[in-house]
């Protein structure tokens, strides 16, 4: 593997129907592949609407298995391009009732990585916690196509921990699907993902979904950011993928001259952990 490699957010409008999606996705796939991208990134929830501010019991219709029809496309595409894919699902788990907003990672077409979103919103139009049960585990770095990789999803970017916690296990890209909405949040949404890549060093790739989708306005901005917090690409509207040059060699200069996770002082951290 080469210290540089590219990688893709892939941004989908809204509006269509599973079917739809999956085949408007497994062509913007191949696009990112054809542009040379070794690792691309799904919205939140990619192949399904996502939920409107008040519960819906309807909603779990949506939901569907790790091996589900989502999931099987994107193993696919990961197999037949030979690339690395974050995919992301309603996820119905195995108690029934029981559900999750889940990404997946797959490499050559295996599922390397499951990462189940462990903070939920109740609030500002998302009642998450209405639907997902949250997940138990932290976020983690996984070998990719392109390198360590972690992800975590949409409202976590609000957790400056999480990304830390992935810069530490060595991760060189932070994976963050999205379905983020309301334009007052558009700068804020840049600035928090800006800081992520500035403060661990290394380069995010935020995937989000564009347009209208019942009282919510999508403002996609699926982009790459490099390790400085610059814009390396980004897609404003609609169908379409961010595409740019991540290099593993220039995160290890940055973590070298920028040394901020070695100045921690975690011994001045115990307040970080105090329960409620």
């Given at each position: 593997?080469?210290?540089?490699?590219?990688?893709?957010?892939?941004?989908?409008?809204?509006?269509?129907?599973?079917?739809?999606?999956?085949?408007?996705?497994?062509?913007?796939?191949?696009?990112?592949?054809?542009?040379?991208?070794?690792?691309?990134?799904?919205?939140?929830?990619?192949?399904?609407?996502?939920?409107?501010?008040?519960?819906?019991?309807?909603?779990?219709?949506?939901?569907?298995?790790?091996?589900?029809?989502?999931?099987?496309?994107?193993?696919?595409?990961?197999?037949?391009?030979?690339?690395?894919?974050?995919?992301?699902?309603?996820?119905?788990?195995?108690?029934?009732?029981?559900?999750?907003?889940?990404?997946?990672?797959?490499?050559?077409?295996?599922?390397?990585?499951?990462?189940?979103?462990?903070?939920?919103?109740?609030?500002?139009?998302?009642?998450?916690?209405?639907?997902?049960?949250?997940?138990?585990?932290?976020?983690?770095?996984?070998?990719?196509?392109?390198?360590?990789?972690?992800?975590?999803?949409?409202?976590?970017?609000?957790?400056?921990?999480?990304?830390?916690?992935?810069?530490l296990d060595g991760g060189v890209v932070l994976s963050i699907p999205v379905a983020c909405a309301s334009a007052p949040m558009k700068e804020v949404f840049q600035l928090e993902l800006r800081a992520q890549a500035v403060a661990n060093g290394m380069y995010v790739v935020c995937a989000n979904r564009s347009g209208v989708e019942g009282v919510k306005d999508y403002f996609g901005t699926s982009a790459v950011y490099g390790p400085?917090?610059?814009?390396?690409?980004?897609?404003?509207?609609?169908?379409?993928?961010?595409?740019?040059?991540?290099?593993?060699?220039?995160?290890?200069?940055?973590?070298?001259?920028?040394?901020?996770?070695?100045?921690?002082?975690?011994?001045?951290?115990?307040?970080?952990?105090?329960?409620?």
């Amino acid at each position: 593997m080469s210290a540089v490699s590219r990688v893709a957010a892939l941004q989908l409008a809204t509006g269509r129907d599973r079917d739809d999606v999956l085949e408007a996705t497994d062509r913007l796939i191949a696009e990112a592949v054809g542009e040379g991208a070794g690792l691309i990134v799904l919205p939140e929830l990619f192949a399904a609407p996502f939920v409107q501010p008040e519960p819906d019991p309807d909603f779990f219709v949506h939901a569907e298995s790790l091996d589900g029809p989502s999931n099987a496309m994107v193993r696919d595409a990961s197999r037949r391009h030979g690339v690395s894919i974050v995919s992301s699902i309603f996820e119905s788990r195995e108690v029934p009732g029981v559900y999750a907003n889940t990404a997946c990672t797959f490499v050559d077409g295996e599922l390397v990585q499951v990462y189940r979103k462990s903070h939920l919103p109740f609030s500002n139009g998302f009642p998450e916690k209405f639907y997902f049960r949250p997940g138990q585990e932290p976020p983690a770095a996984v070998d990719t196509t392109v390198g360590p990789v972690g992800t975590i999803i949409c409202y976590e970017r609000h957790f400056p921990e999480l990304g830390r916690l992935v810069a530490l296990d060595g991760g060189v890209v932070l994976s963050i699907p999205v379905a983020c909405a309301s334009a007052p949040m558009k700068e804020v949404f840049q600035l928090e993902l800006r800081a992520q890549a500035v403060a661990n060093g290394m380069y995010v790739v935020c995937a989000n979904r564009s347009g209208v989708e019942g009282v919510k306005d999508y403002f996609g901005t699926s982009a790459v950011y490099g390790p400085s917090g610059e814009i390396l690409a980004v897609v404003d509207e609609g169908d379409g993928v961010a595409v740019a040059d991540m290099d593993a060699a220039r995160v290890a200069s940055i973590r070298a001259t920028r040394p901020f996770l070695r100045d921690r002082r975690t011994d001045l951290y115990g307040g970080l952990a105090v329960a409620e």
